[in-house]
T-cell receptor
Framework: QKEVEQDPGPLSVPEGAIVSLNCTYSNSAFQYFMWYRQYSRKGPELLMYTYSSGNKEDGRFTAQVDKSSKYISLFIRDSQPSDSATYLCAMSDSGGYQKVTFGTGTKLQVIP | EPEVTQTPSHQVTQMGQEVILRCVPISNHLYFYWYRQILGQKVEFLVSFYNNEISEKSEIFDDQFSVERPDGSNFTLKIRSTKLEDSAMYFC????????????FGPGTRLTVL
C-alpha cells in the first residue's frame, strides 16, 4: 500500500462548482497535512496546512482532516478558471525539518 | 514577498557529465531541501540540510549526489555522473524549521540528460 494515495483525475468542473479533492494515507506517524497547488512546469505553492483533525478555512478553501480514517480533503467553493492546476496533498510526521511526502496530485480544470 | 530562486531554469547535459543546480533559499530560513519530480510522477524527497550537514536523505540520494552551502546564501545540488534517469524537475525548498514545517518551493530546474 502506498504511503499517500490521491486520485490523479483529471477533474473537470464548471465555473462556480464546489470541488472536492481527497487523499488517503497509511502512515499513522503523519501529523502535519498540507495542500499545494502546482501549475504546469512550476514549483509547488503552499495553499494550506493543518495539524489537527477537523476543518480549517481560508477564503474559498477548506481543508479537512480525519486522522481516525487517515483521510484528508480540500474543498474549493465557487471555483474559478484560475484554480485550474494540479493539487498535491502532502504530509509529514512532525514539524520542523522533516521531509514532506506528496501524493501524486489531482489535475483540476475549471471551465468558464 | 521573499521567495526561493533557482538557476538555471533548464539544464541540458550529456550522460556522464557533472551538473550543479543552484538555489537561493529565503534568507531567514534554516532548513533546506531538494526534491525531484520525474515527468508525470509525484514530487519525491531527496535530501534535507541543516547547520551545514545532511539531516536526512532518501534512497534516491546515492553517492553520485551531494549538497553544499558554499556561502551564506546559496545551496547547491551536484550530480557527479548524470544518467538518463536523472532527467527530472529538481525543486529546492526552504523552511524556518518551525513546528508547522511550511516548506516554500522554488520554481525548479528542469534537467535533461541526453
Amino acid at each position: 500500500q502506498k504511503e499517500v494515495e490521491q486520485d490523479p483525475g483529471p477533474l473537470s468542473v464548471p465555473e462556480g462548482a464546489i470541488v472536492s479533492l481527497n487523499c488517503t494515507y497509511s502512515n499513522s506517524a503523519f501529523q502535519y497535512f498540507m495542500w499545494y497547488r502546482q501549475y504546469s512546469r512550476k514549483g509547488p505553492e503552499l495553499l494550506m496546512y493543518t495539524y489537527s483533525s477537523g476543518n480549517k478555512e481560508d477564503g474559498r478553501f477548506t481543508a479537512q482532516v480525519d486522522k481516525s480514517s487517515k483521510y484528508i480533503s480540500l474543498f474549493i467553493r465557487d471555483s474559478q478558471p484560475s484554480d485550474s492546476a494540479t493539487y498535491l496533498c502532502a504530509m509529514s510526521d512532525s514539524g520542523g525539518y522533516q521531509k514532506v511526502t506528496f501524493g501524486t496530485g489531482t489535475k483540476l480544470q475549471v471551465i468558464p | 514577498e521573499p521567495e526561493v530562486t533557482q538557476t538555471p531554469s533548464h539544464q541540458v547535459t550529456q550522460m556522464g557529465q557533472e551538473v550543479i543546480l543552484r538555489c537561493v533559499p529565503i534568507s531567514n530560513h534554516l532548513y533546506f531541501y531538494w526534491y525531484r519530480q520525474i515527468l508525470g510522477q509525484k514530487v519525491e524527497f531527496l535530501v534535507s540540510f541543516y547547520n551545514n550537514e545532511i539531516s536526512e536523505k532518501s534512497e534516491i540520494f546515492d553517492d553520485q549526489f551531494s549538497v553544499e552551502r558554499p556561502d551564506g546564501s546559496n545551496f547547491t545540488l551536484k550530480i557527479r555522473s548524470t544518467k538518463l534517469e536523472d532527467s527530472a524537475m529538481y525543486f529546492c525548498a526552504s523552511s524556518t524549521g518551525s513546528s508547522y514545517n511550511e516548506q516554500f518551493f522554488g520554481p525548479g530546474t528542469r534537467l535533461t540528460v541526453l
